[in-house]
């Protein structure tokens, strides 16, 4: 991680500011008195400040590094095992006729969640979602190279993930559940045959704008190295567990649609059970990769009006 920026304020105190007047005329006058070819020395100098910024922005020599790549097994296994526990989760839930399959489901995703942050967050900083991966690239946490091969490696191990439920259900309840994948509607019998039941596509891009934004919220946590000193790491990776679950649990009971299976807030797992069960899981499936993007651009303008002494930014900044 890149060195902290430094903030300067006003003061409140009126000597303080004047004090402060008084270095940036100093600065303006000796600016002014400075040679021209001094200052065409200076004007390089920012612009190659500027160009080594983008390219710590950028990160392309992570591509060929070999610890993002291991970093990125960590990512990978992760979200495999995420796909795979939580739509078996979901099918067992309703398998076994609860009362109440929402409770139980948003329960089970907080542990799943809390377990694998902690597990993979001493590895690749526990992303195990393109969300996270994307909003840590934007306020400099990380390179956007890193970021690319993270979102990669989490969406090749939900596609594993939902392959290994593929093998260990049967073809019945992978039918019938479609792998546990994200849906927006799916074919049900009517009185009059076969009709299209769930929510209609602006709805369900508000919802995932929404909760991808108060998703990100508790992940502020872990992004300010303050409060994850301070808090401790399961303390965080729990609190985020926990929010997950709750927005599983309103999602899917504030809608009370059939066909709908709540906010995706994963965008790689949804893509995985997509592309190995197929079919009508495409239908809609944009919604649940550009929502989550409105939402973290959403979070980003929020991070923008941060101190940034609540982050330590990989890129530095003059």
Known sequence: MAESVVVIRDSDNGDDHDQLQGAAISKILAASATPMH??????????????????????????LSLEVWQ?????LLGTAVLVFMLDTVVISSFETDTK??????????SLVITILLLATGPISGGHINPIISFSAALVGLISFSRALVYILAQCLGATLGAIALKAVV????SNHFSLGACTLTVIA?????????????GQALGLEIVCTVVFLFPVVIAFDHRQLKALGPVVVCSIIGIVVGLLVFVSTTVTTKRGYSGAGINPARCIGPALIRG?????GHWIFWVGPTIGCFVFYLYALIIPRQHFKPRVNEE
């Open 71 to 75: 970093a990125s097994m960590a990512e």
């Open 279 to 283: 079919g009508h899981l495409w239908k």
């Open 100 to 109: 109440t399959p929402n409770i139980v489901i948003a329960c089970f995703v």
């Open 170 to 173: 049967s073809s019945t309840i």
């Open 38 to 63: 001094q200052q065409g020395k200076l004007g390089d100098g920012k612009k190659k400040t500027s160009a080594n910024i983008r390219r710590q922005w950028l990160g392309l020599d992570e591509i």
């Open 189 to 201: 019998p009517g009185p009059n045959g076969p009709t299209v039941v769930g929510i209609e596509t």
